[in-house]
T-cell receptor, first 114, second 113 residues
Framework: GENVEQHPSTLSVQEGDSAVIKCTYS??????FPWYKQELGKRPQLIID?????GEKKDQRIAVTLNKTAKHFSLHITETQPEDSAVYFC?????????????FGTGTQLKVEL | DVKVTQSSRYLVKRTGEKVFLECVQD?????MFWYRQDPGLGLRLIYF???????EKGDIPEGYSVSREKKERFSLILESASTNQTSMYLC????????????FGPGTRLTVT
């Protein structure tokens, strides 16, 4: 089955700096890579996703890049703000039109310091 | 707006008890999932269901079973609770097809003593 590794496990940045979280996956058949954000005490929520037919996707201050050859993808947050502090999870899936099971990474605790 | 609800936010049970965790979604999603979340281990899939009465094992199904008698409801059952099942349990639902976003419930913090 799929295996997703995520690094780093914790990340501390100064407000306004950029943050990068990296993930690798093992199954070359995976074609869908979402990122979820979980604020303290709240449920995970999708913030951005990318499919294997594109190499990069941006949404305001967040972007995701995908390197299919190397089987890795990354989340980039620019101009970080205190409200970006949360746990971020990457995931991988092979979209089949059916169950679409996700395999999650172990999470990155991002702390944005003032 | 998608709503996924779980029957309890906090639950305390004794070792050996049978435990039922319920999840309900109101968006007519075909797929429903049960995860457990532990520090440093991320979200691990226990079971999922892609249709009524259909179920598939996830990565850590041992000690758990599930039931999906109606499309909107997915139950997780701990047949005989053990202390190593103390965890946060998250339910999620998702539509089939290319719209793969999973919508999570608020979670149930289960403590087994």
């Amino acid at each position: 089955g799929e295996n997703v590794e995520q690094h780093p496990s914790t990340l501390s940045v100064q407000e306004g700096d950029s943050a990068v979280i990296k993930c690798t996956y093992s199954d070359s058949a995976s074609n869908y890579f979402p990122w979820y954000k979980q604020e303290l005490g709240k449920r995970p929520q999708l913030i951005i996703d990318i499919r294997s037919n594109v190499g990069e996707k941006k949404d305001q201050r967040i972007a995701v890049t995908l390197n299919k050859t190397a089987k890795h993808f990354s989340l980039h947050i620019t101009e970080t703000q205190p409200e970006d502090s949360a746990v971020y999870f990457c995931a991988a899936s092979q979209l089949t039109g059916g169950g679409n099971k996700l395999t999650f990474g172990t999470g990155t605790q991002l702390k944005v310091e003032l | 707006d998608v709503k996924v609800t779980q029957s309890s936010r906090y639950l305390v049970k004794r070792t050996g008890e049978k435990v039922f965790l319920e999840c309900v979604q109101d968006m007519d999603h075909e797929n429903m999932f049960w995860y457990r979340q532990d520090p440093g281990l991320g979200l691990r899939l226990i079971y999922f269901s892609y249709d009524v009465k259909m179920k598939e094992k996830g990565d850590i199904p041992e000690g758990y079973s599930v039931s999906r008698e109606k499309k909107e409801r997915f139950s997780l059952i701990l047949e005989s609770a053990s202390t190593n099942q103390t965890s946060m349990y998250l339910c999620a639902s998702a539509p089939s097809g290319v719209r793969a976003e999973q919508y999570f419930g608020p979670g149930t913090r289960l403590t087994v003593t």
